[in-house]
């Protein structure tokens, strides 16, 4: 639980009065741009940076005043993988174990499960120096959860994976919170954070701009359809009726309504023919992201 905690350094203010409230068992997603200050928010819940104001409270602790306490009851994965690079996905994972003093046999057993659990049976004795990128993220969840963590935060998890891996990893997160751990994510993959949360905010230059789950946000800002469609500002005018709801990014415009055929014959009549490549979907949590976070969206002409 945060209520109105702010990060500063110097004059920029990183964190800026953020309130936030994750429930018991289930995924909630931190997103925004670069400089949103989600990782900071992160860096605060789990103890290593102190908030200059502002209350922070994990499992009921304040984090302040208990990091230790509120630390073994946590796993964290970082954007950057923290590895001993000569030895294997084993050794580390029994030298991690260690520092929440775990003793064998409970060690064994446990290295033995998440071995298992992160599918990492194959290179389980291979230095993590000679590991592809995916087995090294995945060595990096499995160390995150070593403790066998009440709460899992993800920062940035599968950045750079390939899609096989991706899959393979939301598919172990979901298996997290069915067995009742709750996992706190941040990511820039929408698509990730729409399969995966529960709920989710979105950040915006340290503040919440909204919340909740990835369903109620498309449906309470935007419309149920969206075509997207490469034009000029002057084009834009000409094609779009005045009062339809569109955002521009570049010079690509999405617009959105109930029902976007209406929208697709008039851009096909005005154009006179179907030549424009036009993109016809419903709405997603991307849409809700860039309508949000600075991206302007506009009422028409």
């Known amino acids: 639980m945060a209520r109105g905690i702010a990060k500063h350094f110097g004059e920029r203010r990183?964190?800026?009065?953020?309130?936030?409230?994750?429930?018991r068992a289930q995924c909630f997603g931190l997103l925004g741009p670069n400089g949103a200050g989600k990782t900071t928010a992160l860096r605060m819940i789990y103890g290593v940076s102190r908030p200059t104001r502002g209350e922070l409270r994990v499992f009921g602790l304040d984090v302040t005043r208990q990091p230790r306490a509120v630390r073994r009851r946590l796993g964290v994965t970082l954007q950057e993988n923290v590895q001993i690079e000569s030895l294997s996905p084993r050794d580390n994972l029994h030298i991690f174990a260690r520092y929440y003093r775990l003793q064998e046999p409970e060690r064994g057993r446990r290295v033995e499960a998440l071995i298992d659990?992160?599918?990492?049976?194959?290179?389980?004795?291979?230095?993590?120096?000679?590991?592809?990128?995916?087995?090294?993220?995945?060595?990096?969840?499995?160390?995150?959860?070593?403790?066998?963590?009440?709460?899992?935060?993800?920062?940035?998890?599968?950045?750079?994976?390939?899609?096989a891996v991706r899959l393979a990893l939301w598919s172990r997160v979901r298996t997290l919170r069915e067995r009742g751990t709750t996992v706190l994510l941040t990511t820039h993959y929408m698509d990730e954070a729409e399969r995966l949360c529960d709920r989710v905010a979105i950040l915006c230059e340290g503040r919440r701009v909204c919340e909740g789950a990835p369903a109620e946000l498309v449906a309470k800002h935007l419309s149920r359809e969206a075509i997207e469609l490469e034009c000029t500002p002057e084009e834009e005018s000409r094609l779009l009726?005045?009062?339809v709801r569109r955002l521009?990014?570049?010079?690509?415009?999405?617009?959105?309504?109930?029902?976007?055929?209406?929208?697709?014959?008039?851009?096909?009549?005005?154009?006179?023919?179907?030549?424009?490549?036009?993109?016809?979907?419903?709405?997603?949590?991307?849409?809700?992201?860039?309508?949000?976070?600075?991206?302007?969206?506009?009422?028409?002409?």
Request: negative net charge.
């Open 14 to 23: 990183a964190v800026d009065g953020l309130d936030l409230e994750v429930p």
């Open 117 to 163: 659990f992160l599918e990492l049976r194959s290179h389980d004795r291979v230095p993590v120096a000679a590991l592809s990128g995916g087995f090294r993220r995945r060595l990096a969840v499995a160390m995150s959860l070593v403790g066998d963590p009440e709460l899992l935060i993800l920062d940035e998890p599968t950045t750079g994976l390939d899609p």
């Open 241 to 243: 009726e005045a009062g």
């Open 248 to 301: 521009r990014a570049g010079s690509r415009v999405f617009a959105y309504a109930d029902s976007v055929a209406p929208l697709i014959e008039r851009i096909r009549r005005v154009d006179g023919g179907d030549a424009r490549p036009l993109v016809a979907r419903p709405t997603n949590l991307e849409d809700v992201f860039l309508a949000t976070t600075g991206t302007r969206l506009e009422s028409g002409a």
